[in-house]
């Protein structure tokens, strides 16, 4: 079992800036692949940035060159750090853990870009 803890989410005005962290705990030496997910009501949960134990990393179009994603292992934690936000980047981010076949998903942080 693998638990995770999102924060960092907020209101920004577009152009601004947010870093999400997600907390891994339980089995996390298990884990090979984290990602953080998007969702607004209405539309499917969409991939945004993953990254592997192998620390390969892909992203969504619509957020390269402004999103990053980064793994600190010591301290068990995956960022996001989201540059240069948009309006449409408003939705609530989950953060996403793969492990022994099985995928865990955190509660959510709402992200909210308007001025």
């Known amino acids: 079992q693998v638990q995770l803890v999102e924060s960092g989410g907020g209101l920004v005005q577009p152009g601004g800036s947010l870093r999400l962290s997600c907390a891994a705990s339980?089995?996390?030496?298990?884990?090979?692949?984290m990602g953080w997910y998007r969702q607004v009501p209405g539309k499917q949960r969409e991939l945004v940035a993953g990254i592997t134990s192998g620390r390969g990393k892909n992203y969504a179009d619509s957020v390269k060159g402004r999103f990053t994603i980064s793994r600190d292992n010591a301290k068990n934690t995956v960022y996001l750090q989201m540059n240069s936000l948009k309006p449409e980047d408003t939705a609530v981010y989950y953060c996403?853990?793969?492990?022994?076949?099985?995928?865990?998903w955190g509660q959510g942080t709402q992200v909210t870009v308007s001025s």
């Open positions: 996403s853990a793969d492990s022994e076949g099985s995928n865990y």
């Open positions: 339980g089995s996390i030496l298990s884990i090979y692949a």
